[in-house]
């Protein structure tokens, strides 16, 4: 990424109305920092290798304006020597980023920012996209790590949402070797269900270390298994534990999972919001076999999946369904109340035919039923080629020897939906 301007040298001397020699030395009265409110004199003064009251020459000036410059912190530098004050103008860069650390088996928060800030006191959290704070603070990563015993190679690279195209974070990862979830040491597990849950932490065990998500997705695999299992009210926490292990050419973070398994619950009601675009009626038939039975998760996530997909068939990309349980401890039971956020509708913007004929894309295009504008509906492109090979009979051997593929790309903007169809011979 360049930046958008380049770094200027302004190198004035007005003695005896003569330039000065190169190894000539002078004693700057002050050194001072205009222009980037950001930083302390102090801060500056320490990236710049510079110290008030010291002597220095032409090179040495050009030297601490280069450590300055260099860190690709500022847009540009300008500096300025009258004989007297030694002036830096700072122009901030347009964009740092916030650090993102992907498989790293360190804290982020206050305490690592503040052991960064302390290496480098232009770090206040962020960095740029290229420049020397952003490789200082990728060698110190490797050298917080090495600390521990892990000799690691720590890459560097932008990041942002996929659909966005936009650069949110700068992130720091583990290229090699590999990180991954550890031993995992189990707390609070009856010894009925011991020998499954057992199995649940030896599945997760190898799986690839997320800094930020791997103790949630420890949390969400075991509390699936418990409300599968009927257990509704179970707590689960998981949490980093021990020293990281490094053998097998792998790096191991060993986890403590604890569990509090509650009870086993039955299934009451689950009440939908009077106006859901799901009728109460057909909630209610599809737990009608499943009410006062055990309230298994896998029933329930099928009805969730059922109340969200009605909502995007109408174009309600964004809808979330959230149950909030109430538990009645004296009979046993579970009721759920569902709240439902359904966002902005979404609309068909385009929609095209990849790699057949034109005469095929002819065919296509009159079967196919959702227009421009339309809210879009995620079930109709799922279930588009099955619905033409039943209404053009003819189409039936052409479609049974193709792979289709789906491009839906939905704008969280404009709300609007790009679909792209396309068809491989298999």
């Known amino acids: 990424m360049k930046r958008a301007l380049q770094v200027f040298l302004t190198v004035l001397f007005v003695l ?24 302390t004199n102090q801060e500056l003064l320490a990236a710049a290798g510079l110290k008030q009251g010291v002597v220095l020459t032409v090179a040495e000036m050009k030297d601490h304006f280069d450590r300055l410059s260099q ?48 290496r480098f006191p232009l770090y206040h959290g962020k960095v740029p996209a290229e420049g020397g704070l952003l490789e200082d603070v990728r060698q110190a990563l490797e050298g917080m790590l090495a600390a521990q015993g892990m000799k690691a190679t720590v890459m560097a690279t932008p990041f942002g949402p996929l659909n966005a195209h936009k650069v949110t974070a700068i992130n720091f990862a583990v290229v090699a070797p590999p990180v991954r979830v550890g031993a995992i040491h189990l707390e609070g597990v009856s010894p009925a269900l011991m020998a499954k849950v057992e199995f649940v932490a030896n599945r997760s065990v190898g799986a690839p270390f997320d800094t930020g998500n791997s103790g949630r997705n420890l949390e969400h695999a075991f509390e ?66 499943n009410a006062q039975g055990p309230a298994k998760g896998l029933a329930l996530r099928i009805v969730w999946a059922q109340i969200a997909s009605r909502y995007k068939s109408k174009g309600y990309l964004d809808c979330v369904v959230t149950p909030h349980p109430a538990f009645d401890e004296a009979s046993g039971i579970v009721n759920y109340t569902v709240e439902l956020e359904p966002g902005p509708v979404y609309r068909l913007a385009v929609v095209k035919f990849e790699n057949v004929s ?69």
Request: proline share 8%; charged share 25%.
């Open 16 to 39: 005896c109305a003569s330039l000065p020699a190169p190894a000539q030395k002078f004693l700057p009265k002050t050194i001072q920092f205009k222009g980037d409110p950001e930083y």
């Open 71 to 118: 860190t690709g912190v500022f847009e540009s530098v300008v500096y300025k020597f009258d004989g007297v004050d030694l002036v830096f103008t700072l122009m901030p860069a347009a964009l740092l980023y916030p650090i993102r650390l992907e498989n790293l088996p360190l804290i982020p928060g206050k305490e690592l920012d503040a052991a960064l800030h302390e």
């Open 224 to 289: 699936s298994f418990y409300t599968d299992e009927g257990y509704a009210a179970v707590k689960v926490h998981a949490a980093r534990a021990g020293e990281p292990v490094v053998a097998d050419a792998a790096i191991d973070i060993p986890f403590s999972v604890t569990v509090e398994e509650g009870r086993l619950y039955k299934l009451g009601s689950i009440h939908l919001p009077p106006d859901a675009l799901v009728p109460q009626a057909e909630i209610d038939k599809a737990i009608g076999s």
């Open 358 to 426: 034109d005469e095929l894309r002819v065919r296509l295009m009159r079967i196919w039923q959702m227009l421009p504008g339309d809210p879009f509906n995620e079930s109709y492109v799922a279930n588009f080629i099955l619905r033409v090979q039943k209404e053009d009979p003819g189409l039936q051997l052409t479609l049974a020897a193709v792979k289709v593929t789906y491009d839906v790309r939905a704008d969280p903007q404009t709300h609007e939906v790009n679909c792209v169809i396309r068809l491989e011979k298999r």
